[in-house]
């Protein structure tokens, strides 16, 4: 399984940036899409997760913030973050696994991208 990750960039406090991950090679029929992120001297953390069924899971830290949502047919998984604050700076991962564990990693890592929180 491949992930390929974009979308991140330099934002103002307040402002939206959507990030986007493509699955290729995957052909597990139950699965669950996620973003992670590491900041500088942090443990990576979960931020939002969703099964193919739809179901979904995001940390109280981006509750109300973020959505994650997925194209099922294009294995594609998106997160819009809006109200960005700086405490959202971090590298963001997609991860990919079998299953409908919403909250737990998969084996899958996307490459990363740097998400940057700053006036």
């Known amino acids: 399984v491949q992930l390929q990750a974009c979308g991140g960039g330099l934002v103002q406090p307040g402002g939206s940036l959507r990030l986007s991950c493509a699955a290729s090679?995957?052909?597990?029929?139950?699965?669950?899409l996620g973003w992670y992120r590491q900041a500088p001297g942090k443990q990576r953390e979960l931020v939002a997760s969703i099964t193919n069924g739809g179901n979904t899971h995001y940390a109280d830290s981006v509750k109300g913030r973020f959505t994650i949502f997925r194209d099922n047919a294009k294995n594609t998984v998106l997160l819009q973050m809006n109200s960005l604050k700086p405490e959202d700076t971090a590298v963001y991962y997609c991860?990919?696994?079998?299953?409908?564990?919403?909250?737990?990693?998969?084996?899958?890592w996307g490459q990363g991208t740097l998400v940057t929180v700053s006036s």
């Open positions: 991860n990919y696994k079998s299953g409908s564990d919403l909250y737990s990693m998969g084996p899958y």
């Open positions: 090679g995957s052909s597990f029929s139950f699965n669950t």
